[in-house]
Structures are given as structure tokens and as C-alpha cells.
């Protein structure tokens, strides 16, 4: 047979529907429970002092249980950033925004990893790294994953 | 080649809901207690060597999330998945990394979170491969449907046809359904315990798809389970009593499709389970093992149903075909019988589905190492052998345990 010499081709569309939920951990519980209450926790390890945020149940490099939460000051510095130009629609097709957002790597003072979020309130030209900003915690969210909102300038 | 050996084993909780902790967490605690009971720590491991379903989670990669809660910062690692093969897979694996010595210690984790999951979605990721097989041989998938979904549509063709020709009735399936949820009665880690329960019981429950009533069905389990495996020389070192894996042996059959070659591969009878035949053959004569019923002392089949206990019991050539029901009448499957089969209360009571095939390996080395507590079997263990069952139908596993390593 020549390749593409194949007649009998049919295009059957499956219809599913995935449900998943995710059990966040009880280390993410505290993390979003801090958060409601305008705190932002991180979690150190009690053999290297490493402090994740978000928090983590271990230390990689250790294999140790972290145990001692440390609240981290809202402030951070840009670590790294980019700026999107599209967004994936309802539809889950790409979309352009309207006006670019900017995308940060914020590090926390005390902590060792950092918070990856959008950063409003700027134009995304005086975006850089060493830029000092603040996290915006929105309470009143509806959705767990919202209640960090976005980060502004200091 | 190394002889291989299990110094540890570690057991999660297994319950329907793990709502307190993430995938990662959760296989944290099997993880650390394999640690713990081989007294060892990732700084140890050579290795790791990891595996669950494929996407029942909905996480693609979850061995890459979890790889740091599992002690494996800065170590080779590698997933392996062949459905509900899986687990005894990756202990094949980290028996083929040992035996080769390539690594001397390894730790073989296997995990499946179903509660956070979506599991008719992730045989539906099975079964849409199918679709393309059937429609090869022009068949309209709407018949998929009508042939019965998930895993007990494939399961009942291979009940009715060993009913026929096994000549058991529905009641042996419902005495295997009893005798292994009192055995998981017996077992902390194990999910579905009742203690009491009687066949009658299992035969007042709903007619599920025939011949399959709601009683001879697993449950799905969120669990783990985790084994520290290294080199026989190691392991004298390690611990007093090692449980040595003899032999690992798996055998891919032709392929099966789903709906059209019923629940076995392209043979007519779904219940000959050829595969298993040929794997538990090599599977012996590498172990050494010249006459399974007198040598081996404990058996693990994998059987989310009742009626593949028998089945599997025949396949592994622990008794003659067709006379597993009458061994099972006869009481030598019973934990304190003669060939205890299932003392853990086996996959019908337990189904962490990317672990169960590990953890028929699991139960074996704790039998030989003597450390299955309440569940122990009222025996010497001298030799054990684990199955698994899966694939896309048509892979089977067989390992064999001992208390001495290979002559």
C-alpha cells in the first residue's frame, strides 16, 4: 500500500469529562489558613534552616520533617520575571490580553524559595529584577488559590 | 549476577479518603517506615525506582513532585507503569537493577491516591486506546459500552468461563470473598476488614455484573507501599533474616482488547490465562522450584475479584486445573491451612491499584521475615510466591520469595 493510501479513516470524538481533587496536604492547609488570616508562613528545616514557602512537609536535601513555621514579612524582591502577552481562555484556546502582565519570582525575606505571581500596578516596561514589592491578600476570594491575589510595587 | 534481597518494608494506612495529606505526603509514610524498618536512610539508596497507574491521579508525573519526599534528592530515578501491574513491575525493576549490579541498594515505592483521582477516567485512558483497536475490526464503540464498563466488565467473562470449566458454583466465590476479608481483619494496613462475615453475606449483596455481586468486588484504596531491596551480601550484613527474591519473571500475552476478546487476551477461553502460566513456569524454574504445591508455603495471587483467587491459584500451579474450589472447600487456603493464599486479605480487601501488585511481594517477604504480626501464617515460611495481573489484560507477574537465597 502507498503511505497515505489508507481510505477507511473515521474521526470519532470521545465525550469525558476528568473530575479530579486534589487533597492540598496539611502543610498547604496552614499556608492558605495563614493567608486568610493576612499571614504569609513559611516552614524551616530543622537540620539546614532552609525555609520553603510555600511550605513543605520535607526537606529534600535533609529527608527531614519540617516542623517550625516562620511568619515571612509580605515584602519581597523580584528574583526573575517575564511578561505574558496571551492568556488561555474559557474556551482553553490562547487569547491575547489586552495590555501585557507582568510575571514575578518573588523572594521573601527569610525565605529560600520563592512565590511565582502577577504583579499589577505597574507597566510592565520599569519591571526588574531587585524591584521591591507586596504581596495583595484577597480574603473575601472565592477560590482558595485566589486568596494570594497578585503582588504591587512597594 | 547478584542474589537480591528485601530488607524492609514499609506500609501506608490504607483507607478510601486520605483527605489530610497529598500524594506526596501520603507516600511519605510508606516510604519512611520501609526506612525505618531496614534502618537505613536515602543516604543508602543507590537508587530509586518508582510507580502508579498512569493518569488515575490526573498528575502526569507525580514521581517527579514526590521524588524529594521519597529520598530520592540527587539519586537516579525512574517511573515505571504497566497498569495494575505497576507495583510488581517495579520491584521486577529494582530486582533487574540489583541482580545486574548496577546498584546494590535500591527502594522500589509504588502508590496509587484514588480519592483525589478519577478512576473510570483513568481506565477510560485505557479503554479509548482500545477504541482504536475496535474500530480496526469495524466495531462500533457504543458496543464497548454495552459489553460492560471498568474492570469488572473484563472480570465477569473470566468468572462465568472458570464457573464453566472449574465446575464451581457462585458460592466458592463467595467463601473466597469471606475468607479473605477476615484474613484483612487480621492486617493493620489492610482496607476492608470484616471479621465476621460469612459467604451468605457476601451472597445477600447487589448482583454487580454477572456473576459478580458488590461482595466480590475490591474497593478503591488510597495507599503505598515501599520495600528497601539490595544485595544478598548486603543484606546478611543488614539484618538477621532477609527475605531473598528468588525470581522474577513476566510474561506479555497477546495483546487483549477490551469488548471484543472479553476478558483475556485473544484466546477463546478469558479464564485460560496463559501468561500467568508461562511467567510462574519461568518464574520457578529460575527460583529452583521443581514442585510448587509441596514448596511453596504462601501464595499472593492478585485478585480484585473473588473468582480470579481460584483462577490465579490454578495458573500459578498450585494445584491441578479446576480443583481450586475444592482446595478452597477443603480449608488449606485458610490462613492457618495448609498453602495459606491471601493472609493480607489480598487486593478484594485492599486496592491501591498502582501498589496492590507490590504489595503481594510486600506480604511475602513479611511472611518470610516473620513480621506480619496478626496475619502472620501458622507456619515456616520457606517459600512464597507473589502475582500480579494487568497490563492491558495481558501482562503477568510472578515472583518468587525465599528464606535462603537461589542455589
Redesign the interface.
Known sequence: MEPGGLKNV?T?E?P?????????????EKFFDGLKDGKLMGIKCPKCGRVYLPP???C??C?TENEEWVELPLEGTVESFTIAHVKVGDDGELEDLETPETIGMVKHKGADTCIVARIEGLDPADAGVGMRVTVVIDKSAENILDVLSHYVPC | MQDVAVIGVGLSKHVSK????????LV?EAVSAAYDDAGV??RDMDAVITGNMPAF???NMPELWG???W?A?GKPLLRITTGGTTGGSVVHGAFYAVASGMFDTVIAISFE?Q????TT?GL?SVG?AD?AAI?HFGTD?EFLVSAGGGAIGIVAYQATSYMKSSGCTTHHYDKVAAMCRSNAARNPYAHLKQPDITPEDVAKTDMMEYPLRFGHCCPATDGACAMIITSADKAKKMTGRPAYIKSCASCSDEAAIIGIFGGGPAHLDPCSQEGCKKAAEKAYKLAGIKEPRKEIDVAEPYAPFANQLLMFYERLFLCDEGEAPAVLDSGSMEIDGELPVCPSGGVISTNAIGASAMERIAECALQIMGKAGEHQVNKDVHNAVAHGWGGALNLNVVAVLGDTPRR
Open positions: 473515521d470519532v470521545i469525558a469529562v476528568p473530575v479530579f481533587s486534589w487533597s492540598v496536604g496539611n502543610f498547604m513543605r512537609m520535607i529534600e536535601r529527608f | 486520605r483527605r489530610d495529606v497529598n500524594i506526596a505526603e511519605y536512610s536515602p491521579e490526573g498528575v521524588a524529594g519526599h529520598g534528592y491516591k480519592s483525589d483521582g478519577d477516567m477510560n479509548i477504541f474500530l464503540p
